[in-house]
């Protein structure tokens, strides 16, 4: 495997200790260490120099792992450096280091208009309480404007705002397996955020962003409105804006869902093959340029220049990066006629682009599409060998699926890690795909550009041919979907297992193109860790009792769970956003297998759960309910509970409570508005033992076995 590129991966060589850097960097605040940290990079760099000068003087030659280590140190110091400072936190005019009444930042992003609110990135430029207290900022911080659908366009790219500095750290996940946002954040350097009533952001002037960026934002909002010229279905407008341009704001999650589930989600995504779709037409165009004297050069500047231009337009997703880095190595490399490695080119993309960016080396797009592309170069040769197919169509249809074997086999730990599912039909989904995406390409491109050349008839009939190829594809998914089997889900991994599932699959391939028995043992040894990890988290659930009172801000609910069975006391609906974003995901990584959904004005019972009316029963625990409507009287003896969970703003007065009921916990749901906790919690002292606030705090978990 690698041995095979053994001399030609030098940059793989360098990749990994800089990876190991940028790590470290994430994983510590070596930041501290700034100036130690530059100063061994100096004492590396004078060194490093120094052997090569002196190498034949101090003999060396000898000892060629001196320098090999020393290249290596330096390399990764460099590594932690670059990390360090990319991190904004990490300079001295970042915006919240000073105290300001007001900010002037600019838009860095496309707005996005969903749900009455408007969303995007922007970068702190001065921050001060006049304009004569002032001083230069740097950062970048989430603002959240709110906005009818007729002013949702008043803002784009480049404008620069004036707002107040208002600013808040962006909340961790308050409840169990939710998705982490502040980290996602976090990742892209974006650190506070700020939500903005219409009035309290004043435009100071308009198209001050990268011209490049500006102009090729607005060139694709042309373009997705000629998809919607000259498409009828709203459905294929989204996927063909998606798979085309890049453009993500209005695919719907249902779609999304179905390409998830058949292992195509990397159509919907701009990436290499795209590229490469659009490097072969241009190849194509420019073919008559090689018949002339400097007509190959010519014809690689063009072809570069107009890669990096699509790229653009696509918005430079980690996938489009690595790829057009990769098809610009191998023009170059062609053009001057020298031999290419591809597994060195691909590395040489991902050095340079974590040297500009650091912080993608997080991003679950970069690391699938470099694992898929290593996968393809390294793997899919040995899996194609493993059958010795004659028939010569036959042969043509094994090399698409030991690809696509290749590309899901090595991403799936990350998969299995990040998005808890593994497609099982991914075979038949993507030769299913393999023809539409093609037309989908060439047809959407025809389409825009018989449109921009004004040819009707042909646009009319592009966008035509372009809107039932998807259509087709989108059916078909949706068909392979809904078949039984289609994907396992519910897979939850900790860090610690998907390392050693990633390792163990490596070994696997090993084994599979070395024949070494020894291999066997480390296999059965990884396998084995792996197992006893994954049986141990099976059976703790199986045992385990719970009940989980969740931090949301518009309803409450609350999850009462024996073993993989569980009730659900909440007025959510299992389609409701809020119940896919925060709730699902506790009750997947539970395991839960038979859920019941109860309604707080519902009375049931099962043999493990009994609700009537404002009382619960969970096993051995008492919970009392204290609703918007719930209506208490003075009691002579106060009832014994175990817990009291206020929600809604109850209009029962807390003196009432405090003298009908004792018990251990008062839990105030995350629905309660801060006037009514701070009134309420001053009248409620004489029974409580402890009192735990959901809201912006994190869920609570009561574990019993």
């Known amino acids: 495997m690698l041995a095979d590129h053994k001399g030609e991966i030098p940059f793989v060589v360098y990749l990994l200790p800089f990876m190991l850097g940028i790590a470290l960097v994430l994983q510590f605040n070596l930041a501290i260490y700034q100036q130690v940290l530059l100063i061994s990079f100096f004492i590396l760099l004078a060194g490093f120099i120094a052997l090569n000068v002196f190498y034949q003087q101090t003999g060396l030659y000898r000892k060629p792992w001196v320098g090999g280590i020393l290249a290596h140190l330096l390399i990764l110091v460099a590594g932690i450096l670059c990390t360090i400072n990319y991190d904004s936190r990490n300079q001295t005019a970042y915006f919240t280091k000073f105290a300001a009444k007001h900010l002037l930042v600019k838009v860095n992003s496309e707005p996005q208009f969903k749900n009455n609110m408007l969303r995007f990135t922007a970068s702190a430029i001065t921050s001060g309480d006049s304009t004569t207290n002032k001083h230069e900022a740097s950062g970048n911080l989430l603002v959240v404007m709110r906005a009818d659908s007729a002013h949702a366009h008043d803002l784009s790219y480049g404008d620069v705002l004036l707002v107040q500095a208002k600013y808040t750290p ?38 001050a962003g990268n011209p490049v960026i500006a102009y090729s934002l607005q060139l694709r909002q042309r373009l997705v409105a000629r998809f919607k010229q000259y498409m009828h279905s709203a459905e294929a407008v989204s996927v063909a804006s998606t798979l085309i ?8 999650n249902d779609i999304l869902q179905a390409y998830s589930k058949t292992g195509t989600i990397h159509v919907l995504s701009v990436s290499g093959a795209h590229v490469a779709i659009i490097f072969v037409m241009i190849g194509w165009l420019l073919g008559f340029m090689d018949r002339y004297r400097y007509g190959k ?31 610009s190595f191998i023009i170059i490399g062609k053009t001057y006629n020298r031999r290419i490695s591809t597994l060195n080119i691909l590395a040489a993309s991902a050095f340079f682009i974590l040297l500009i960016d650091p912080f993608l080396i997080t991003d679950v797009g970069f690391q699938l599409s470099y694992l898929a592309v290593a996968g393809l170069i390294v793997f899919q040769p040995i899996i194609y060998n493993w059958l010795d197919i004659q028939n010569k169509w036959l042969d043509k249809l094994w090399l698409p699926c030991s690809a696509s074997i290749a590309a899901q086999a090595i991403t799936f730990p990350l998969s299995a890690y990040y998005f808890h599912q593994f497609p099982l039909c991914f075979l038949l989904s993507n030769l299913f795909i393999l023809l539409p995406s093609l037309v989908i390409m060439y047809a959407g491109i025809a389409c825009l550009l018989f449109a921009q050349m004004a040819i009707s008839v042909l646009a009319q009939f592009s966008g035509w041919v372009l809107e039932k190829s998807i259509l087709l594809m989108d ?4 068909i392979i979907e809904r078949a039984s089997y289609a994907s396992i889900g519910k897979i939850w991994l900790t860090r610690g297992e998907y390392i050693v599932l990633f390792v163990l699959l490596i070994l696997v391939f090993c084994l599979l193109y070395y024949k070494k028995p020894a291999l066997l043992k480390a296999i059965f040894a990884g396998a084995l860790i792996l197992s006893v990890s994954l049986g141990f988290k099976r059976i703790n659930g199986t045992r385990t009792n719970s009940i989980t009172f969740f931090s949301l801000k518009k309803q409450p609910a609350i999850l009462f769970k024996q073993g993989s069975r569980a009730v659900l006391l909440t007025d959510l609906s299992d389609t409701d956003k809020t119940y896919r974003y925060s709730i699902q995901p506790c009750l997947d990584s ?23 009316g404002q009382l619960v029963r969970f096993l051995d625990w008492d919970i009392l ?23 809604g703003d109850p209009k029962v007065p807390g003196a009432v409570i ?17 006037r009514f906790l701070a009134a309420f919690k001053p009248t409620v002292k004489n029974n409580v033992e402890k009192m735990y606030v959901l809201k912006r705090n994190k869920s609570l978990i009561l574990l019993s076995n």
């Open 170 to 207: 962006v909340d961790p996940p308050f409840n169990p397996a939710e998705f982490n946002y502040k980290q996602y954040l976090a990742h892209q350097d974006i650190y506070m955020q700020t939500f903005l009533n219409p009035g309290e952001a004043v435009t100071v002037m308009h198209n």
């Open 590 to 612: 539970n395991r839960v297998k038979q859920l019941s959904i109860v309604g707080f004005k519902k009375d049931t019972a099962t043999a493990f759960f009994r609700k009537q």
């Open 475 to 478: 059916r078909g998914l949706q």
């Open 245 to 252: 341009l890049g453009y993500k704001a209005e695919l719907d």
């Open 658 to 674: 405090d003298t009908a009921f004792t018990f251990n916990t008062l839990i105030l749901a995350a629905d309660n508005s801060d």
């Open 297 to 327: 050069l010519l014809k690689a500047i063009f072809t570069i220049a107009l890669i990096w231009y699509y790229s653009l337009l696509t918005g430079l997703s980690p996938a489009v990066c690595r790829a057009a880095v990769m098809i």
């Open 625 to 647: 309910v204290i609703g918007r409507a719930s209506q208490l009287k003075p009691r002579y003896a106060p009832v014994k509970i175990n817990y009291l969970f206020v929600t």
